[in-house]
């Protein structure tokens, strides 16, 4: 059976949904298009003839393959869940593409990179639960099929998710991108000149610092905690000759670090009350290789 005109028309018309979707679920933005992908097969062999809302029957879709895929990552998952870095958005420092709406979608509901970390932590059915209720609005009827538990049960997944999001005390980061800016290039500045009472004022004192170094690079992978300790390994690390190019990570002020014109890191900041109160840094070449740079192009 193929899929009639009208449900691939409102597949496409929903693709940027269906993948702000997958990736929320998954942190990963290569696993959310091939999520998608696997979405659009079991969509073009399903009988949508009894189908009333298209838009929730589809995410109902991807979300199933996203708990497949949660389930089996979580199988055979051997890196160390505190260290992982997912997948950052990357949009220009003026903010994201206003002619494409697949970016803005992605962007939408104000989900940082620091919230996606604590997502990780979750069991699969727990993600599940609290992404498609807290984020995208689906009702507990409809998530409850998914887990196969009862909308209690399912109530119950999204309220444990909950207080463990705000266990991991996830700060929002503040609304002003100029001021967010300030604060970053402060600590740049801080770092290049080698000052580190200036570094340690521009961090909140229970900082958190995040690399994912994979296994192609100098640095280790780890989470530091505490400003006199970020600052301390910044200052071994930090590099004047490396070019800073501002971007947005997942909405909020970040930059890639290139060398020799090839980027080498990305990092993704979150700053609260005028203080950087979490560094998540990708400096995995392999996963960098991966990622959709061409915003350095623009």
């Not at 497949?68 to 199988?75: D, I, K, M, T, W």
């Not at 099929?145 to 399912?154: F, G, H, L, N, T």
Request: glycine share 6%.
């Amino acid at each position: 059976m193929t899929s009639p005109d009208w449900v691939t028309e409102g597949f496409e018309k929903n693709r940027g949904h269906l993948r702000a979707v997958a990736y929320r679920m998954l942190g990963s933005l290569a696993e959310a298009d091939d999520a998608v992908q696997e979405a659009w097969l079991r969509v073009a062999r399903a009988d949508a003839s009894d189908v009333d809302n298209l838009s929730a029957w589809l995410t109902t879709i991807v979300a199933r393959v996203c708990l497949n895929a949660l389930r089996s990552r979580n199988a055979r998952r051997e890196d160390p869940l505190d260290a992982h870095v997912p997948d950052p958005v990357i949009t220009r420092a003026d903010g994201p593409d206003p002619s494409n709406p697949e970016e803005q979608a992605l962007l939408a509901d104000s989900v940082g990179l620091a919230l996606q970390v604590v997502l990780d932590t979750l069991t699969p059915a727990e993600r599940l639960a609290f992404v498609l209720h807290d984020t995208f609005g689906l009702p507990f009827e409809e998530i409850a099929p998914m887990v196969d538990r009862s909308p209690a049960a399912a109530r119950q997944l999204a309220s444990r998710a909950r207080r463990r999001v705000r266990g991991a005390d996830v700060h929002s980061p503040d609304r002003d991108l100029a001021r967010q800016r300030e604060v970053v290039d402060a600590f740049f500045a801080a770092a290049h000149s080698g000052d580190f009472d200036a570094l340690v004022a521009v961090l909140d004192p229970d900082v958190v610092s995040r690399i994912d170094a994979g296994a192609g690079s100098l640095l280790p992978s780890g989470v530091l905690h505490g400003a006199e300790t970020v600052a301390r390994q910044t200052l071994s690390i930090a590099s004047i000759a490396a070019p800073k190019h501002p971007v947005l990570v997942n909405g909020a002020a970040g930059v890639v670090i290139t060398l020799r014109g090839q980027p080498v890191a990305v990092m993704g900041f979150t700053v609260s009350g005028g203080k950087i109160v979490e560094m998540n840094s990708i400096v995995d070449p392999e996963r960098i290789r991966r990622l959709d740079l061409s915003v350095l192009d623009s």
